[in-house]
C-alpha cells in the first residue's frame, strides 16, 4: 500500500499500528477540529467481485450497529467510508495502551487495577448486551487503558469481519486463546461467550497466565472445550483465598452457557466480594467509576462502599451469631441425648434396636472417611478429584468429609475420552473399576499416488500403505500430504470429521534446460508473461535450470558489445541450446591528423588509436567523438566478420 496523506476527509498525522487485517492512523478531521483514529481494513484481492460486494455491505452493516453504542468504556465509531478500494472507520482517539502491552512490560496487575479495569469493562459490555450486540473478540488487545486505568474497549462487530466465512473456512470467530468452548465446537455464540472471555482476561490480569495454556493450538483449544483451568498454587499472594478463587472461576469458566454468570455486572460483582481491599483502595475504585459517568448503582457499588460503621457492626455481628447457632446445638444435642436415655428407660431399650447407625447420622452430621481404590483400564489415567490432581491409577485415595458429601472424579490420558463420574463419601463408599472409552477414530486415505506421507499435527509423518490414519476425535487436527515429485496438500479437520473422498496431488512439472553455446559469458535476463523472474551471468557449456514453458530473453555482453532480445520454448526433461555469434576482432581504429573517442553500439570503446578490439560479428555502428566536440557517424553501419582495420579523418 503507498503512503497516503488522506483518507476521506481526514488529514494522516503519523502510522499508530499495522496487522494482517489493515493499518490504523491518527488522523486530524478538519471540519470537526479533532483527533481521530482510522482504522483501514484489507480485502483479499482474491475473492470475486460478488464476495467483495458482499464484504462491503456487511462492513457498513457491522459499524452501523458499532456506531449506535454510546458508552464511556467503548470506543466510540464517528464515520465510515472508502478509500482506494479499501473500506475505513474514523474512531474516538484515545490515548494510552493496550492491555497486553501493559501486561507486556509490567506483568501481572495490582488486585485494586484488576477490579478497576473489570467494573468498567463490565459496564461497557453489559450496555452492548441489552442492545444484543456480542463483542466476539474481548481480550487484552482490544482494551485500552490510560495512566489512571480509565478503560475503552474496542473493535465491537470488527472480529466478525476478520474471520468472515468469505475468506476462512472451518474457524470461529475471535481470537482462540480467549474464546469459549461454544465458539470453538460449535460456532454458536451468545454473550455469554464474552463474558467466558472476560473471565480469561481477568485470570490473565491477575495472575499474568492464561487459564488454558498448551505448547498447539490444538492443545489449548482442547482445554477450554473440555478441562479445568490450571490450577493457581497459592491464590493468597493475588488477594483472594482458594475457596473464593474456585468459586469465581469454576462458575466463570463453565463450559455450558447458562451454566456461567449471565451477566457481567455478575461476575464483577463476585469478583469484588472475593478479594481482600483496603478502604483507600475502595475509595479510589469508587471515585474512578463516578469520574468515569459508569453506572455505579449496583451490587459492586454496594460490596465497594459499605461504612466502616457497617463494616464494625457486621464484625461484631458474626462472634455474636456463631455463639448463638453453638448454643442452639448445644440445646438440640442435649436434648436428643436426654429423650435417648428416657426412651432406653421407658422402652427397656427396645426403641435403640430399632434405630441403627444410618438412622442415627441422618439427625447428626458426622466426618467420615472414604478409603477409596481408584483403578481403570488401561492403567495410568490422571485421576482428579474436584478438579485437583491426585496421581496415576491404580491409586488410593482416602477423602474425609460429611457423611454423603457429593464429590466429582474426573480420568484423564491421552487417547481416551474424559471420564467424569460423582460419588457421596461414606465408610462403605467403593468405586467400581472404570474402563476408559478410546477417543482415537481411524481414517482410511486413498490417495493419488497410492502411497504418500501423511503428517499430523506436525509429528513424523507415516506412509498411507501403513495402514488407517489415527485421530482424537475431540480435537481439530491439519494434516499434511506429501509424496516425491509431487506437491503437498494442506488439510485442516475439524473435531471429529474424516475425509472420505480420494485425495489426488498434482505432480510437479518437470523442469528444462537452457545451455549457452558461444565464445563469451553473457547475462540473461529471463521474462515471463512480461515479468521479469531470473537475471543470471551464464558462461559457456553452463545450464540454466527453468520450469517448462515460453520465455523472452534479453541476452547481452557489453564486454563485446552484444545485445539481443529472444524468444525460447523449454521442454521440460530437455536442454535447449542458446546460440550466440562468434567473435571478430577490430585490429585498429585510429584518426589521421587526431584522436577521437570511439562508440560503439552507443557504448564507449575508449580513445583512439584502438588496437586488436574483439567484438561480436554482425552489424554494428561506429560514431566518433574528437576534441571540441567534432563528431563522425560513418556513413553506414560496418559489419565485422574478420579482422578490420577503420581509418577516418574528423572533418
Known amino acids: 500500500m503507498k503512503k497516503l496523506d488522506t483518507v476521506g476527509r481526514y488529514k494522516i498525522e503519523s502510522v499508530l499500528g499495522e496487522g494482517a487485517m489493515g493499518i490504523v492512523y491518527r488522523a486530524h478531521d478538519p471540519i470537526i477540529k479533532r483527533t481521530v483514529a482510522i482504522k483501514l481494513i484489507k480485502v483479499d484481492a482474491s475473492i470475486s467481485e460478488s464476495e467483495k460486494s458482499e464484504f462491503y455491505e456487511r462492513f457498513y452493516r457491522e459499524a452501523q450497529v458499532s456506531g449506535t453504542l454510546n458508552h464511556p468504556n467503548i470506543v466510540g465509531v464517528y464515520d465510515i467510508g472508502e478509500e482506494q478500494g479499501m473500506p475505513y472507520i474514523a474512531m474516538e482517539y484515545v490515548e494510552g495502551w493496550t492491555l497486553s502491552e501493559v501486561m507486556a512490560e509490567h506483568g501481572p496487575m495490582a488486585i485494586e487495577n484488576v477490579v478497576k479495569v473489570v467494573s468498567q469493562v463490565s459496564s461497557a459490555l453489559d450496555y452492548a448486551h441489552r442492545k444484543e450486540i456480542v463483542h466476539r473478540d474481548i481480550k487484552p488487545g482490544n482494551i485500552m487503558v490510560d495512566e489512571e486505568f480509565r478503560c475503552k474497549i474496542m473493535d465491537f462487530g470488527i472480529a466478525k469481519l476478520q474471520n468472515s466465512s468469505l475468506t476462512q473456512t472451518g474457524t470461529f470467530l475471535g481470537t482462540p486463546s480467549y474464546a469459549s468452548p461454544e465458539q470453538i465446537m460449535e460456532g454458536n455464540i451468545n454473550h455469554c461467550s464474552d463474558l467466558f472471555s472476560l473471565a480469561t482476561v481477568t485470570y490473565e490480569l491477575i495472575c499474568g497466565q492464561l487459564p488454558f495454556r498448551g505448547k498447539t493450538l490444538s492443545s489449548i483449544l482442547y482445554k477450554i472445550a473440555h478441562e479445568a483451568p490450571e490450577a493457581v498454587e497459592n491464590p493468597a499472594q493475588f488477594g483472594l483465598d482458594g475457596p473464593s478463587w474456585n468459586r469465581l472461576f469454576n462458575r466463570a469458566f463453565a463450559k455450558k452457557p447458562d451454566e456461567r454468570f449471565q451477566t457481567a455486572k455478575d461476575f464483577s460483582s463476585e469478583l469484588t466480594r472475593s478479594v481482600s481491599l483496603t478502604s483507600s483502595q475502595k475509595s479510589r475504585i469508587r471515585q474512578l467509576l463516578v469520574d468515569n459517568s459508569t453506572d455505579t448503582d449496583t451490587a459492586i457499588d454496594k460490596q465497594l462502599f459499605r461504612n466502616e460503621y457497617e463494616l464494625a457492626r457486621a464484625r461484631e455481628d458474626i462472634p455474636r451469631k456463631k455463639r448463638s447457632k453453638m448454643l442452639v446445638f448445644l440445646f438440640v444435642f ?22 441403627n447407625a444410618t438412622g442415627i447420622r441422618k439427625l447428626i452430621a458426622f466426618k467420615v472417611t ?25 491409586l488410593k485415595l482416602a477423602v474425609t468429609g460429611e457423611d454423603g458429601e457429593q464429590h466429582s472424579l474426573q480420568l484423564k490420558k491421552d487417547g481416551f475420552e474424559i471420564l467424569t463420574d460423582t460419588f457421596y463419601v461414606s465408610s462403605s463408599t467403593i468405586l467400581k473399576p472404570y474402563t476408559l472409552k478410546s477417543n482415537l477414530q481411524k481414517m482410511q486415505l486413498l490417495t493419488e499416488p497410492a502411497v504418500c506421507d501423511v503428517s499430523v499435527d506436525g509429528k513424523p509423518p507415516v506412509k498411507t500403505s501403513e495402514g488407517p490414519v489415527r485421530l482424537e476425535k475431540t480435537s481439530p487436527h491439519k494434516l499434511v500430504i506429501s509424496a516425491h515429485g509431487y506437491q503437498s496438500k494442506n488439510i485442516d479437520l475439524a473435531a471429529g470429521e474424516v475425509i472420505t473422498e480420494k485425495i489426488v496431488l498434482t505432480p510437479i512439472p518437470k523442469p528444462g534446460f537452457l545451455k549457452l553455446k558461444g565464445e563469451f559469458p553473457v547475462s540473461i535476463t529471463v521474462l515471463r508473461k512480461g515479468k521479469p523472474i531470473l537475471r543470471k551471468t551464464v558462461r559457456p557449456g553452463e545450464r540454466l535450470k527453468l520450469d517448462a514453458g515460453s520465455y523472452t530473453l534479453n541476452v547481452s555482453a557489453k564486454q563485446v558489445f552484444y545485445q539481443d532480445s529472444m524468444r525460447e520454448n523449454v521442454l521440460a526433461g530437455q536442454t535447449t541450446v542458446l546460440q550466440v555469434p562468434p567473435l571478430g576482432l577490430i585490429k585498429k581504429i585510429t584518426i589521421k591528423g587526431g584522436w577521437a573517442n570511439c562508440l560503439i553500439d552507443g557504448i564507449d570503446a575508449g580513445p583512439t588509436p584502438i588496437r586488436d578490439l574483439k567484438i561480436v560479428t554482425g552489424k554494428h555502428h561506429f560514431k566518433l567523438v574528437g576534441p571540441g566536440g567534432k563528431t563522425k557517424a560513418l556513413g553506414r553501419d560496418v559489419t565485422v566478420m574478420v579482422p578490420l582495420k577503420i581509418e577516418e579523418r574528423l572533418r
Not at 472414604?370 to 483403578?375: D, G, P, R
Not at 488401561?378 to 496421581?391: C, R, T
Open 370 to 394: 472414604a478409603n477409596l481404590s481408584v483403578e481403570s483400564t488401561p492403567e495410568g489415567a490422571e485421576v482428579y478429584l474436584d478438579n485437583q490432581p491426585k496421581g496415576l491409577t491404580p
Open 334 to 355: 442435649l436434648l436428643l441425648i436426654g429423650g435417648a436415655f428416657a426412651a432406653y428407660f421407658f422402652t427397656n431399650g427396645e426403641i435403640l434396636n430399632k434405630l
